[in-house]
Each structure stands twice: as structure tokens, then as C-alpha cells.
């Protein structure tokens, strides 16, 4: 009987808090376990959007000619710590083995085919949690500079299109007429219309989080430490020495899911590729949806509080402390895009949790099929939430999944 069997849920970022509602949903007695406020992490700090075109990944085959100007750069939106980068070769190595563009093209695949399936898992999640209210629908724009710009995006553009992504193509006036708070420096661009975003990432965690406190979820205010399986049970070590014996655990702690023991992830590839925000206090008028300039790294959005700033990639490891470039930079390029004040009310930095082929790990532990994994969704998690809760609580219950997750396996790096 699945009334009878509890899940635990480690990590309360929207993929654990998704996870954990998709496994209410079925039934089963949930727990959440996170030391911290939940959705306080990386979910709370992303550009917002439900980003079901991005299935182009940051793995690039022209990555090898763009490498130089991309790493030495002062005007980049990477940036590396070359110390760390030394000391974590291997990752490196296996991004940019999975930069050939046979990868890419499977990568692009599998990614396509997840992203395609967004809103059969987000959409049941913003019902039940009452949240419709903290999305918008007014689509999602990127912008280039140049005509040149344009046009080298243009394969990548067509493969979103291959994979459902429509979008209209637009000049000049068309920018300037849909956004008027912009500066008219962009060439060209184009509008994916059906795309949405969430008003505020960290009030939709809450809402979740509430939704399944009312679903007589449990929550335990705790860092768990190791998991042990035995047999058809799993213990959960926390730190306060206390422990818990469940059915399943699923492990969803998003970039630091590694650091837990016992969870057969020691041999995965996960890193972090950090990510900044800066945001401007009540002015989200200045654009009428999430504008992406792609070529610089960032989306503004706009947001109930305000203007968000929010992207760059930076190679540095899990160091807490800020890297005042990577704000400069970003409070420089949204300078010339809008008329700002000189200086954002809000900076935040979070930690995308990324395998080298960015795609996600969903999937049993090949440490026991009671402790399954669901993290590593770098710049796709808010999307990606639903359909990673959804498929997490077909697993644990057993039933045809909504997808071939073949892709997505934790075995696949070995
Ligand atoms: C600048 C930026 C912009 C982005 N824009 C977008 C976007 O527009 N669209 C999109 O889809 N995605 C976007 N992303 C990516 C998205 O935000 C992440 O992929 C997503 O938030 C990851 O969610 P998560 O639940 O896996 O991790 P997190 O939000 O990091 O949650 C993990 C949780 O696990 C907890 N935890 C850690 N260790 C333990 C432990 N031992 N025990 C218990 N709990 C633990 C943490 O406290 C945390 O609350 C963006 C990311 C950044 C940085």
C-alpha cells in the first residue's frame, strides 16, 4: 500500500519541492528535509523564465575557437578562476568532450524532448498550489546587436523551432515598438510568444512549500549527512546525530547533492557554474517580458519587486564570497541597454548545479533503487522542475514513465 510508504524529499529548491508535491500526489507520505528556508538556495535567485526553447547547451563545438576571447576577455560573461579550474581538470576535460558536435546533437535531442514535456509537470503544481497568479504569459524575447550576431544564431534558433520552440523573427522597430524601455541599439531579435515566467521564483517555492504543509507534509529543518541503505529501507543521518528511517529517499540538493554520503553520487561529475543577479527596485517596467541578450550572458526580466539583471557563467567552486567582476559587469551591460541608476538595490549569487553534458541526473542510485537522484538541471531547473517531479514519483511508484529518461541516467558516466 503507498499510503504506507514514506519518501524523503533532501533539498527544498523547486526541484525537491516539485518532487515532493508530484509524490503527494500519488499518494505517498512526504518529508522535506533542508536546513534552510526552502527555495531560499538557487531556485530563488534564477532570470524567472520557463525557458522550454533552451535546449541548446551551453556546450558549444565552436567552444574551442571561442575559448581564448571568452576566458581572457574583461568584457565577458565567463569568467574562471584559473586555480580552480587547474584543480578540477577532469570536469573540464568532460565539458569539452561533450563540446564535439556529435554530443551536442544528442545532447540537443534529450534535452528538446525533456523540455518539451514542461508544462505537463509544472502545470498540475501551479493548480494545486494555487500559484497561477505568480506567472505571466507575454513570451520571451533575445536580442542581438548586429545582423552578423543574428545570423550565426540562426542554426540554433531552427533547432528550437525543430523542437516546438515557434518564434516570430523581428528588426528594429519591431523591438522598439514591444519594448520601448530599451535602448534602441539592438539589431534584430526574436519573440518566442507562448513562453512564460514566474513573477517571483522565491514566492513560488513558498506557495509550493505551503501547498504541501497543507497535504500533511512533514518538514525537518535539517542537513542531512549520509543516507544507508538497507534492504527495503533507507536511514537518514542528520546532523543534529538524530536519524529517520524511510521507504525512498530522493536526493534533490541541487549543486551540493554530491556532499551527501552514501548516495552513490561520489563518482558523479557534478559541479557548479556560479550565477550572479543584480536587481533595480520597482522598475520592471522597463520591459514587458524577459529579454535575453545572449551574446552578453543575461536576461533582464521583470518581476513583482522589480527589474532583475540575471545571468553569467563563473567557473570558481562553491566559495560563498561574490566576485565583484561578474557584477560589474552585469550592472555595465544592463547600463547599456537601459537608463539605470548607478547602482542595483539587490546582488545574489547562486550555484547551478551542472554535469558536464548538461543534462540532468533523474534517476535510481546505482547505490539502491530506494535512493533516486533528481539534480544538475544548471540553467533549466525552474523550468524543469515539474517534469522532474512527476517523473520522480513514477519511479518510486512504479508505473510507465512520461519519458525515456535513458539520457538522464546516473549510470551514464561511468
Ligand atoms: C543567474 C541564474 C539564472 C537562472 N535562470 C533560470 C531560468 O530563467 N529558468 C530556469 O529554468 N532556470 C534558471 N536557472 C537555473 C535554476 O535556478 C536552477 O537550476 C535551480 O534553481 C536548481 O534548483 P534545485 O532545487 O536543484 O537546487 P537549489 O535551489 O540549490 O536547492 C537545493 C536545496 O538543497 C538544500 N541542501 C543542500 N545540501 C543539503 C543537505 N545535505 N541536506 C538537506 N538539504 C540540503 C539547500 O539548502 C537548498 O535549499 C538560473 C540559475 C541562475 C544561477
Keep these: 500500500m503507498k499510503k504506507n510508504k514514506t519518501v524523503a524529499i533532501v533539498g527544498a ?3 525537491g519541492l516539485s518532487c515532493a508535491l508530484w509524490l503527494q ?6 518529508i522535506l ?20 526553447y533552451g535546449c541548446i547547451p551551453v556546450n558549444s563545438p565552436d567552444i574551442f575557437r571561442r575559448l581564448p576571447s571568452l576566458l581572457f576577455s574583461n568584457d565577458s560573461p565567463l569568467t574562471v578562476n584559473h586555480r580552480y579550474a587547474l584543480t578540477h581538470l577532469p570536469w573540464l576535460l568532460k565539458f569539452l568532450f561533450n563540446c564535439r558536435p556529435s554530443r551536442v546533437a544528442k545532447i540537443t535531442e534529450s534535452l528538446g524532448a525533456i523540455l518539451q514535456k514542461s508544462y505537463q509537470g509544472l502545470n498540475p503544481l501551479l493548480e494545486l498550489s494555487d500559484s497561477q497568479h505568480l506567472m505571466s504569459q507575454r513570451g520571451c524575447m533575445y536580442v542581438y546587436k548586429t545582423q552578423a550576431e543574428y545570423e550565426s544564431a540562426r542554426v540554433n534558433n531552427e533547432i528550437r523551432r525543430q523542437h516546438g520552440s515557434e518564434y516570430i523573427e523581428l528588426d528594429r522597430t519591431d523591438i522598439q515598438r514591444l519594448e520601448p524601455g530599451i535602448k534602441p541599439i539592438f539589431e534584430r531579435g526574436i519573440l518566442f510568444e507562448s513562453t512564460s515566467q514566474t513573477l517571483n521564483p522565491q514566492s513560488l517555492c513558498t506557495r509550493y512549500f505551503n501547498s504541501f504543509l ?60 556560479r550565477g550572479y543577479h543584480i536587481q533595480y527596485s520597482n522598475l520592471q517596467a522597463k520591459v514587458n517580458r524577459p529579454i535575453s541578450w545572449n551574446q552578453a550572458g543575461f536576461y533582464a526580466t521583470p518581476m513583482n519587486e522589480g527589474l532583475r539583471i540575471a545571468g553569467t557563467v563563473e567557473i ?28 542595483p538595490d539587490q546582488e545574489w549569487l547562486g550555484f547551478r548545479p551542472t554535469l558536464p553534458d548538461a543534462l540532468p541526473v533523474i534517476g535510481h542510485s546505482s547505490e539502491s533503487k530506494h535512493i533516486l537522484l533528481a ?40
Excluded at 500526489?25 to 512526504?30: D, E, H, I, L, S
Excluded at 528556508?37 to 520557463?50: E, F, H, K, L, R
Excluded at 543516507?227 to 541541487?254: E, P
Excluded at 561574490?322 to 539605470?340: I, S, W
Design 214 to 273: 497543507k497535504n500533511k507534509g512533514q518538514y525537518v529543518s535539517h542537513r542531512v549527512n549520509e543516507t544507508i541503505a538497507d534492504g527495503d529501507m533507507v536511514k537518514l543521518q542528520l546532523d543534529n546525530a538524530q536519524s529517520l528511517v524511510v521507504n525512498h529517499v530522493v536526493i534533490a540538493a541541487g549543486a551540493f547533492s554530491k556532499q551527501i554520503k552514501g548516495t552513490g553520487t561520489g563518482q558523479l561529475p557534478l559541479d557548479t557554474e
Design 25 to 30: 500526489k500519488k499518494g505517498f507520505t512526504a
Design 33 to 52: 528535509i533542508d536546513p534552510e528556508q526552502p527555495g531560499s538556495g538557487t531556485s530563488s535567485g534564477n532570470a524567472c523564465t520557463i525557458a522550454d
Design 13 to 15: 529548491g523547486i526541484v
Design 375 to 414: 539534480f544538475g538541471h544548471q540553467h533549466l531547473g525552474l523550468t524543469l522542475s515539474g517534469i522532474t517531479g512527476k517523473l520522480i514519483s513514477e519511479l518510486v511508484n512504479s508505473e510507465p514513465l512520461s519519458l525515456d529518461i535513458a539520457a538522464f541516467s546516473p549510470d551514464r558516466f561511468h
Design 316 to 343: 570558481a567552486g562553491y566559495n560563498p564570497k561574490k566576485n565583484q567582476q561578474n557584477l560589474d559587469y552585469l550592472a555595465r551591460k544592463a547600463g547599456e541597454m537601459f537608463d539605470l541608476p548607478s547602482q
